[in-house]
């Protein structure tokens, strides 16, 4: 039977502190949940979100076939995070343009009457913010302890945080395609594309809402450059390549000879997807959630050792590396792993060789699906829903 | 005694066929000379620049003590390439923005009296028109066969075409941190480069002298994105890491949460890059330097069969690369050696453990200069240049 998504929203009156320093008065966080849960209250299973996904984890909307969730794949009735056994929730993060409060809704701080947008002034949000608005979400789904939580990418992260902000609440992280922290070279490119959005003179300093602009040209970039590096080099050429998007027959080799004009495939394909991207992605959005992901950083308070920050960490732990992910590359999860052993934590940890690069973590490779499969059948096992 | 160099123009008043099927009018092309052609006109090597480099190769200008060429480590009396034995000469190539003719000169196709420059209507050159220009630079000096022709990254591309193009008047060629194409890849970080460039509002479509504007928010990013492809992954972290550019004591983190400002110091180090950048570099000249890189592809006339192509090569080669070069990695030198090999042509190569990525072909590592300077001492030998 096809699984019907229908999305959610929770109002929170109570104020969030942030780790900044400043706070969020009240908000809405967007969310969906995934099968049913069960009388102990005990397998609940929350994904956390990448970068420009959101709450909309799975199946699809009534009537709209083609709506699947972000990682539909991977969850849903029979699936390896099988609904038919897991209350799965999907939540959008604060400062999202998918639902939850950010920067296109209204600042509650701005003048009375005014219907002035957050825009720049949207408080950054860190990881650890993200955790908490979760956790609250939670309170008042009354769920106590997670059977696990499980994210990609800069979800992954949220896992790895959930771990050290609520160790007691977490009984299994799984942590796909992740890293302790972003390296100089992650850093550099969301810096390259915040400036390629910055700069673009639609943005009017984030307030390009007012001006009745959107700072296409500097979304193109970003996305561009993401997804340069959501791809290995291997699959790059295997894909594209060289090949022409079309060639001239007038000339001797094929080449139209323009410095402005689509010659190859890959620039076809970037194109697209960045022009695809600025449609609906908010700039603010793109810059603050790429902030969030530079900040991460659990090892800093700790002199940079990844060994004691994850002490607080108690549950049992699933990591999952890529071979060609030179974004989030294996020795990233490999320290994270090794900081784990050397605190005796219960650690799984596989590395899929797989052609896709950064973007393996959303796709169908059998030996992933077959490991996080496994560990959820292990998890069932362990909380009692298994069916 | 240190090295005075004296730039020098040619002018070609016979017209250039282009590979495009366009051609160039008339052009002229600067060069610098340094060191003394021997009787026997033997002693010539020829240097080939990279994207944003020139014929100002070696030495400084009279007066002028910070003035170095580009590839001053590598070249000069006693050096590597040693211009007490070397007549060495480096050549600005067509379509660049330090000399040559190139987009910022006057199009004499343009009406009579206008005065408009090319901008974006000069022609695209490859780097076999670039080879072609050089050869009568040669013609005019008096030298019929270089001892050696020698260049990294596009330079390197453009040494190979030289062993392709005119076999019988090359005796070596030296090609560094170079490939005999672009992957998918590198055509991408081109591709982003151009695309925030030629969608910088202040490009005009490639005519912003006339509006008297300069492109430089593309031109910035353009060369953020080089920046990050120049350097390793390993010597970003271990030059910049996460370091902050300064710690706000009133945080508890240090973080200054930010979205726009300069928090890391990778970021402020890319910014300082991007703006240097854009106060002197012509964005039309970008746009040709990098199409030039996209279209070189030797083995595309034989069907991608690289062996096949470089049949016509029968010079001695030495190619160097270095282990941490993701821009043009070592497997892509290898492609050239084994092709060279394949039709039992003289090969040394060289593929140099050194941590700073395709940078380090431009610095001073002793293994790179010993492993040159005896490639060239070997030279000396042959062409009767030793001292």
């Keep these: 039977m096809p699984l019907i998504a229908t999305p959610q929203s929770q109002h929170f009156s109570l104020p969030l502190a942030l780790q900044s320093g400043a706070s969020l008065r009240d908000y809405s966080l967007s969310f969906e949940t995934y099968g049913t849960l069960n009388a102990g209250r005990s397998n609940a299973v929350l994904i956390c979100h990448a970068l420009n996904a959101s709450h909309h984890v799975a199946g699809t909307y009534a009537g709209q076939d083609n709506s699947e969730g972000w990682w539909d794949n991977m969850i849903g009735p029979g699936k390896p995070v099988d609904t038919d056994r897991f209350f799965v929730i999907g939540v959008n993060n604060l400062g999202s343009c998918f639902g939850s409060t950010g920067p296109m809704h209204a600042n509650p701080d701005a003048p009375a009457g005014s219907g002035r947008v957050y825009g720049a002034d949207f408080p950054v949000v860190t990881v650890e913010d993200w955790v908490n608005a979760q956790a609250r979400l939670l309170d008042t789904l009354g769920i106590r302890t997670l059977a696990a939580v499980m994210g990609g990418s800069l979800g992954g992260m949220q896992a790895l945080s959930w771990t050290l902000q609520y160790p007691e609440r977490v009984r299994h992280a799984v942590v796909v395609a992740s890293a302790p922290n972003l390296t100089a070279e992650n850093i550099a490119f969301n810096e ?15 307030h390009f809402y007012e001006h009745g602009t959107v700072p296409k040209r500097g979304l193109r970039i970003a996305r561009m450059i993401g997804h340069i590096t959501y791809l290995s080099d291997d699959v790059m050429n295997e894909k594209f ?6 060639a001239v027959l007038s000339s001797a080799d094929g080449y139209r000879y323009s410095t402005q004009d689509v010659e190859f495939q890959i620039e076809s394909y970037l194109r697209y997807q960045g022009d695809k991207f600025a449609e609906y992605f908010d700039a603010n959005t793109y810059l603050l959630i790429t902030r969030a992901l530079d900040y991460f950083d659990p090892a800093r308070a700790f002199g940079g050792d990844l060994s004691k920050a994850l002490q607080r960490a108690t549950c049992k732990f699933l990591l ?68």
């Design 192 to 206: 390259v594309a915040r400036r390629a959005i910055v700069t673009d003179p639609d943005f009017h300093g984030g």
């Design 241 to 246: 390549g060289r090949q022409l998007r079309e």
């Design 320 to 387: 999952v590396s890529f071979t060609t992910d030179w974004r989030f590359a294996p020795k990233r999860s490999r320290e994270v792993v090794k900081a784990l052993l050397d605190n005796q934590r219960d650690v799984s940890y596989a590395e899929i060789d797989a052609p896709h690069g950064h973007d393996a973590f959303l796709l169908d490779d059998p030996r992933y699906m077959d490991v996080v499969r496994s560990y959820f059948d292990s998890i069932a096992q362990s909380v009692g829903a298994a069916t």
